[in-house]
């Protein structure tokens, strides 16, 4: 995926943090309000409306002065809105739910693209065109035990060999150079970053979107975070942040280029040709479905996080209408 795969939820260091973690206190009427946002990782198409409400001035007429940060190597997104550290994040549903099994105080505030856009991708020649072809294969990740029970779940259900499997931690290694050196056979890639990547090179690819394999797998990924204390103590903030960057990313739907360009005017480090083929690809898939960008319901919350404790992902269940809120998305204009 574009983002890198966290491997868990350092409970101990969340403790720490929770006993110094502070919250941004109530402006005065008119005053500007310094607010921090952690991405979930680099820079990427999956946060072009956040960079376009902060450039095209959306933040500033919510009085708000927006700084976008990238969290520490021993920190998550979740461990610092969680804390207070920072007031706004970007994760995604399934460690929102991991952390909430754990009481850590965070809530989905918003779905940054409606629809589960990944997938298991094949290099041409592994001869993988279905679940069933993962037998005897070598799967290239993280590491993490999500993709273990994800993939066993999915070869279960197929009937296939899960036991045949051979798993590869590659680390960082990006999905076009697994597979030109051989490094596994499948892997699982998000298709508006890696899969347009790998277009880009010329690698053939056969792929199969979670989707299909079950709506189970239909569930938000990325989506924007807070902690439960700023929406106790100061709910109208998050009302103007969610206000603002919703503009964003609806002019990111409406204008790809002009908003691929924003990114790259503020991650220069990013190749212009995978944004701009990444940002058409995604500006249809924002709000692919939904009545307004943003909106979230209860069942893909419900569904996975059952599906999470069925697997031993998470030790509880959790209550799925208390992990998200469509609160704080600003009304839609008739």
Request: glycine share 6%; net charge negative; aromatic share 12%.
């Amino acid at each position: 995926m574009f983002r890198k795969r966290q491997v868990n939820l350092t409970v101990s260091l969340l403790v720490v943090f929770l006993l110094v973690a502070g919250t941004a206190s109530v402006p005065r009427a008119g005053e500007t309000t310094k607010v921090k946002v952690s991405l979930d990782w680099t820079p990427n198409t999956n946060h072009t409306g956040l960079y376009v409400a902060k450039e095209l001035g959306y933040f500033a007429e919510e009085n708000l002065d927006v700084k976008i940060v990238q969290p520490a190597k021993a920190t998550t997104s979740i461990q610092l809105a969680a804390t207070g550290k920072t007031e706004f994040g970007i994760n995604t549903q399934e460690y929102v739910i991991m952390a909430r099994s754990r009481d850590v105080p965070v809530v989905s505030i918003g779905a940054i693209i409606q629809n589960n856009t990944s997938g298991f991708a094949a290099p041409e020649g592994r001869e993988i065109t279905s679940v069933e072809d993962f037998e005897g294969k070598r799967y290239g990740g993280w590491g993490t035990e999500l993709e273990n029970q994800l993939i066993r779940s999915v070869m279960k259900n197929a009937g296939a060999d899960f036991s045949s499997v051979e798993f590869v931690n590659l680390g960082m290694t990006d999905f076009v150079t697994a597979s030109k050196q051989k490094m596994a056979d499948f892997f699982w890639i998000f298709r508006g970053w890696e899969g347009i990547h790998a277009d880009i090179e010329g690698l053939d690819y056969s792929y199969i979107p979670l989707t299909e394999l079950s709506e189970t797998f239909n569930y938000y990924t990325p989506i924007f975070i807070t902690g439960e204390s700023l929406i106790d103590k100061n709910p109208e903030l998050v009302s103007r942040f969610m206000k603002a960057v919703s503009r964003g990313y609806e002019y990111a739907a409406e204008n790809p280029e002009e908003a691929g360009n924003i990114l790259l005017e503020n991650a220069t480090e990013l190749d212009r040709e995978l944004v701009m083929k990444s940002q058409k690809y995604l500006s249809e898939k924002y709000a692919e479905g939904a009545e307004r960008w943003g909106i979230q319901e209860k069942k893909p919350w419900r569904d996975f996080m059952v599906w999470m404790y069925k697997h031993d992902l998470i030790d509880k269940e959790i209550n799925a209408s208390e992990a998200f809120t469509n609160e704080f998305l600003p009304e839609q204009e008739n």
